[in-house]
């Protein structure tokens, strides 16, 4: 399917933007200039550090690249269980020799003033994570020359992804790491998602709008399942967090393929919200306490994450990963480009032949 989106880059790989500090510049450069879409993460960051990342990646590349927002979010946690959750991490902060963060600390990540850096310095692509922009929003983007993307799990929220009059949609399936795009983060629906490619074919038919399917997606095989599935393109970040210029910590790396981590498992445990992990000692003791608070929760355990990435300590750490993980590869962004490109196009010639993906 050709679409304003997908004619802007040669191959249908779109690298997932992964805050804190995976998307980097490098990798971003790195997909576009092999012919994918790279993107920028700017949640987590202030205004000005997205204006520099990005001012860097337009040194790096004149390619089109994307960034991806936070929507900023309502409150949810009942009355106290912040301060609860934050008792219970008492002996974390003093095991890692550091102070729990200030839950209160910011909650809508700065949208505005990010907002404002891409219209000052508009990019060709804009996602949007945790919610749905008002049309205004996507109506000023569009005005500076930016197609707009945002997250659904649900046929529900790509209807009203399709109301506000973005470009696309980008299916997220339950089987993705890292945070889980809901527009509501409703503590019922935990685990509730469904499979990427249901999710694909179900919002095909709710909307009109070309569909990125983003959710466990390792091998350019699956890309020629959810683009046969009738997908426009395919969102991969698990696979591009172990390449040579991502910035995940190299014990994050390492743990998408260690056998001791053999498992994810959607938790709270470290931001709040439901997010994707390798299962760890800090998920397995804390996530099934953990409130559904967020940025709250995230403020509340940045010091003891950082502290366990510092202690090159990967049971405290919070190792965002796909359900294909074991999958991973360890090369260069650029090369992983060209050989997904690579097993796309044979997948799609055994299909033309009759015979399966894989």
Not at 98 to 106: A, I, M, R, Y
Not at 171 to 178: D, S
Not at 247 to 256: P, S
Not at 257 to 263: S, Y
């Amino acid at each position: 399917m050709s679409s304003a989106l997908t004619d802007l880059f040669p191959h249908p790989i779109v690298q997932a933007p992964m805050a804190g500090g995976v998307s980097v510049p490098r990798l971003a450069a790195a997909v576009s200039e092999a012919g994918g879409l790279g993107f920028l993460a700017a949640g987590y960051k202030t205004a000005d550090g997205l204006y520099q990342e990005i001012k860097q990646l337009r040194s790096l590349t004149a390619r089109p690249f994307g960034v991806n927002v936070f929507m900023p979010q309502p409150e949810y946690a009942e009355s106290g269980a912040v301060e609860l959750y934050a008792n219970q991490l008492a002996g974390e902060a003093a095991w890692y020799d550091t102070e729990l963060g200030d839950p209160d600390s910011g909650r809508d990540d700065g949208f505005e003033a990010k907002l404002a850096v891409l219209l000052d310095n508009p990019v060709r692509v804009v996602s949007f994570h945790f919610g749905v922009p008002d049309r205004e929003v996507v109506d000023v983007l569009r005005r500076a020359g930016t197609l707009t993307l945002v997250t659904a799990t649900t046929p529900e929220e790509a209807r009203a992804v399709e109301r506000a009059g973005a470009d696309a949609v980008i299916a997220q399936g339950v089987e993705a790491g890292g945070h889980q795009g809901t527009h509501r983060d409703l503590p019922e629906n935990d685990g509730a998602g469904l499979g990427l490619l249901s999710l694909v074919a179900q919002i095909g038919e709710a909307v009109d709008l070309p569909v990125v399917a983003a959710g466990g997606i390792m091998r350019g095989g699956q890309i020629a399942a959810v683009l046969a599935a009738g997908a426009a393109a395919a969102q991969l970040g698990t696979a591009f967090l172990a390449t040579a210029e991502s910035g995940a910590h190299a014990l994050h790396k390492q743990a998408l393929t260690n056998p001791l981590f053999a498992r994810t498992e959607l938790t709270r445990a470290f931001s709040g919200r439901p997010a994707r992990a390798l299962v760890n000692r800090f998920l397995r003791e804390h996530g099934p306490y953990a409130p559904a608070a967020y940025p709250e929760v995230h403020h509340l355990t940045s010091p003891l994450r950082k502290a366990a990435a510092r202690a090159d300590d990967a049971q405290g750490m919070a190792l965002w990963a796909g359900q294909g993980h074991r999958m991973a590869r360890a090369m260069p962004a650029g090369d992983l480009v060209r050989v997904l490109a690579g097993e796309l196009a044979e997948a799609r010639a055994a299909l033309s032949a009759g015979g399966g993906a894989r």
